[in-house]
């Protein structure tokens, strides 16, 4: 089971866009990168998905080197809203194997 | 949308209940996952399910138990209730058809459970 590694927290103002890097230094070739949001007292909300290069929703952006050793979340313009804990996680459909958030790196935006 | 509901929001219970938390999924989901969540943990995976009657243990199945009779209902049992199971239960469900992912997750609201 990949690893994942991300910063605990973040700190960001409105309106600047925020890169959040995750690291998964062992991921096997057919994993996909995945990466949730969770506001507190709520479930986490899926965000977006990729397995290479840069994948592009009208949330945000995912980017992904070649190596596909790390990927970096980039949420455009960030709002108070966005004021959250993201998660990455590496896995496969094939095999559903056993699942681990960790513990997500938390964004705080400022006014 | 997908929709994950869960049976409570709160719920109390002393030691040694037997304790029945249900989620449902109205999207016809094949997978469906219990996980707890606890300050600086993380989200644990304590169960899954990706066919009716069928499990796989997570990362923390002790002391739990689970059940899946029709595709849309998932139970997580706490046969004998105990003070460190005291936590933010979360539900969720996948699927693969029609271009889904394992790991694309919907979560219902959570259960805070107390354990007194």
């Known amino acids: 089971l990949a690893k994942t590694t991300q910063p605990i927290s973040m700190d960001s103002y409105e309106g600047q866009e925020v890169n959040i890097t995750c690291s998964h230094n062992?991921?096997?070739?057919?994993?996909?990168i995945t990466w949730y949001q969770q506001f507190p007292s709520q479930g986490p909300r899926f965000i977006i998905q990729?397995?290479?290069t840069k994948v592009t929703n009208e949330v945000a952006s995912l980017f992904i080197p070649a190596d596909r050793k790390s990927s970096t979340l980039s949420l455009p313009r960030v709002s108070l809203s966005d004021t959250a804990v993201y998660y990455c996680?590496?896995?496969?459909?094939?095999?559903?194997?056993?699942?681990?958030f960790g513990s997500g790196t938390r964004l705080q935006v400022q006014p | 949308d997908v929709k994950v509901t869960q049976s409570s929001r709160y719920l109390v219970k002393r030691t040694g209940e037997k304790v029945f938390l249900e989620c449902v999924q109205d999207?016809?989901?094949?997978?469906m996952f219990w996980y707890r969540q606890d300050p600086g943990l993380g989200l644990r995976l304590i169960y899954f399910s990706y066919d009716v009657k069928m499990k796989e243990k997570g990362d923390i199945p002790e002391g739990y138990s689970v059940s899946r009779e029709k595709k849309e209902r998932f139970s997580l049992i706490l046969e004998s209730a105990s003070t460190n199971q005291t936590s933010m239960y979360l539900c969720a469900s996948s699927s693969l058809k029609g271009g889904g992912s394992f790991y694309e997750q919907y979560f219902g609201p959570g259960t805070r459970l107390t354990v007194t």
């Open positions: 999207m016809d989901h094949e997978n």
């Open positions: 990729g397995y290479k």
């Open positions: 062992n991921i096997a070739t057919n994993d996909y």
């Open positions: 996680l590496v896995g496969a459909d094939t095999g559903r194997r056993a699942l681990t």
